[in-house]
RNA sequence: GUGGGCGUAGCUCAGCUGGUCAGAGCGCCGGGAUGUGGCCCCGGAGGCCGCGGGUUCGAACCCCGUCGCUCACCCCA
């Protein structure tokens, strides 16, 4: 640190991923993908940013996202712009503006915005995995994307987690089960926190999520809305418990289950973390939007979706000990006592064979160069000693008990081929490991 | 937006009630022993103790302010 000024952080709530993080995070979303991949979703991109009116209408005005927590900010031309603080209004969004086939089945990893104060698992740009199945409303899509999630957890390790279901009914029968809760709650306004009692009119449902102990005891017996589902809703509802029983999906019924968004209808579900030692514990949640669309302006559509978040999801692994840091790996590491030339020749023609290399720079002594090689993970190190003649190049494999022998230059790939087979074929461990789990998985399957 | 905790080398931290208090371990760099790495041994670099002000003969240690980090509330991934 200088004495002159402090040099610059990332800024609150953000944070720098170096590795070997940074590869987990990498192979994490690759697992992703892959999931996502196999049930027939594609990628989609969206902008980082959109009008900001697209969040506003979609998660609702009174939103403590879009109320308070937005990075908007106006553009050179006046036009209001906001950080995209989650991933469905966009998704849908671009739904309406090309209009693809139905069912458009999509998926991305992408960074949210929000403008928080930071705490674990809680950041100011944090990274969602996420899902959307836009165009159909059939209870059978629901029961797909929850499973989807639900395995995906599974598919990395994870197994100390709950998944909560609810159905948050529709136009239909949500607004007449939001007077009879408000009625029920005006009854009993003074029991309830401070803080709920005051939004019994703008927002009733909240006080079922509250965790204070006045506010559970009071909606303990306050009326449900699953009870108070209509006939469509209800259906619905039965249609998708049926369907995850059948997919042996285990959930918890949770009829407080509300989420923040004004969009979702019908079934929403959470996923919460049981080892994770922190207040938010909360590592995906998703449901059905069947009124977004028109929220947006466009004609009406339904869908479904889920956002994972990638940050909270590996505190899980964490805490779960599952979804390993991998090890340093690099196939072959050229120590080079002459100067360095030799090195940039047979580091190239390493890499051109299509193995990984590396080198030291700045001609540094033998013996640093051999505590690099070490350090850098290699499986087999080049050795070029002043000793040797001309053509000759000494193999010196630094993982296996074998002696290093002297080979000829011309003879250094075919011998490390032959040398990095015997130690698995330039994959490095990770990818060994994913490759055994995924075959576990598919003798799991069948 | 509100409240608690904390800010000492790259990292994890010691520094008793203010007077060799600027330290340790790890890491890093150099060297030794090894044919050429890992283990071991020796040595070294690197901090004006977040920043500013105050109290005092004297402050990393006390007080005030400020910035930052962290945890929690709210809400969410």
């Known amino acids: 640190m200088s004495s002159k000024s402090q040099p610059w952080r990332a800024p609150t709530g953000t944070h720098d991923v170096l590795w070997p993080e940074s590869a987990r995070w990498e192979s994490l979303l690759e697992r992703f993908s892959d999931h996502v991949r196999r049930a027939g979703y594609k990628p989609v991109t969206t902008p980082t940013f959109e009008y900001a009116e697209v969040f506003r209408r979609g998660i609702g005005d009174e939103s403590e996202i879009v109320g308070k927590e937005m990075y908007s900010f106006e553009d050179r031309d006046g036009k209001l712009l906001a950080l995209r603080p989650e991933g469905t209004a966009p998704v849908v969004r671009a739904y309406l503006q090309h209009k693809p086939i139905t069912p458009w089945k999509v998926w991305y990893t992408t960074p949210m915005f929000r403008h928080e ?42 197994t100390r987690f709950v998944l909560s279901l609810n159905s948050m009914g529709d136009e239909n029968c949500r607004p007449g089960y939001i007077e009879r809760l408000r009625g029920f709650l005006v009854e009993r306004s003074e029991l309830l926190c401070a803080y709920h009692g005051a939004r019994i009119q703008s927002n009733p449902l909240r006080a079922l ?54 969009y979702y209808t019908r079934t929403t579900f959470e996923f919460a973390s049981l080892a994770i030692d922190a207040a938010q514990n909360g590592i995906g949640g998703g449901g059905r939007y069947d009124r977004l ?41 050229v120590v080079d006592a002459t100067g360095g030339e030799l090195a940039t020749v047979l580091v190239t023609r390493v890499r051109d064979a299509h193995m990984s290399a590396d080198r030291a720079f700045d001609n540094r002594s033998m013996k640093a160069q051999m505590k690099v090689a070490d350090r850098s993970g290699a499986k087999v190190a080049l050795i070029v000693t002043d000793e040797l003649s001309e053509n000759e190049v000494i193999l010196k494999p630094l993982r296996t008990g074998s002696s290093q022998r002297t080979i000829s230059v011309d003879e250094i790939v075919p011998q490390l081929v032959e040398e990095l087979a015997d130690s698995g074929v330039g994959v490095g461990p990770s990818k060994i490991a994913q490759r055994q789990d995924a075959r576990a998985r598919e003798v799991q399957d069948t």
């Open 117 to 158: 104060r930071p705490q674990a698992g809680r950041y100011r740009e944090h990274r969602q995995m996420g899902v959307e199945a836009i165009g159909s409303g059939d209870p059978d899509l629901d029961a797909e994307t929850v499973w989807l999630a639900d395995s995906f957890f599974r598919s990395i390790g994870l």
């Open 293 to 333: 669309a028109e929220m947006l302006g466009g004609d009406p559509v339904c869908g479904i979706g889920f956002g994972l978040g990638v940050e909270r999801t590996l505190i899980a692994c964490d805490a779960e000990e599952a979804f390993a840091l991998p090890e340093n790996d690099l196939d072959v590491f």
């Open 209 to 262: 999520d509250c965790k204070t102990e006045e506010c559970i005891e009071v909606t303990s017996d306050a009326p449900r809305l699953i009870d108070h589902l209509c006939d469509d809703c209800g259906g619905h509802f039965e249609t998708v418990k049926e369907r995850l029983a059948t997919l042996g999906v285990s959930y918890e019924l949770d009829t407080r289950l509300v989420r923040g968004f004004d």
